[in-house]
Nanobody, 121 residues
């Protein structure tokens, strides 16, 4: 049974930093791409960053490029999202998800419960 558990997040002032992590179990972690999504109130869920399973290739949406960094530790079955220079518009519930394949592309089949990130102005 695949389990995905996020941790981290919280409240920070604009310009500050936060990190979130995600541990996945019940699968061969290194063979799956991992993604961080977010959903703000009244908005659709959007892909923030993703990292491939083997090569470690990354993707970032334009609004977070240069501020967010995704990384993974395959030995620990964990993916991280370091968020710097946070803005109020980054406020959302952040979800970790496991892709079906090693490539950064849908579908993302397994999801965590989400963790709240709130950036105050």
């Amino acid at each position: 049974q695949v389990q995905v558990v996020e941790s981290g997040g919280g409240l920070v002032q604009a310009g500050g930093s936060l990190s979130v992590s995600c541990a996945a179990s019940g699968l061969t972690f290194s063979t799956h791409a991992m993604g961080w999504f977010r959903q703000a109130p009244g908005k659709e869920r959007e892909l923030v960053a993703a990292i491939s399973g083997r090569s470690g290739s990354t993707y970032y949406r334009d609004s977070v490029k240069g501020r967010f960094t995704i990384s993974r530790d395959n030995a620990k079955n964990t993916v991280y999202l370091q968020m710097d220079s946070l803005k109020p518009e980054d406020t959302a519930v952040y979800y970790c998800a496991v892709a079906d394949s090693s490539w950064i592309s849908p579908p993302y089949r397994y999801w965590g419960q989400g963790t709240q990130v709130t950036v105050s102005s």
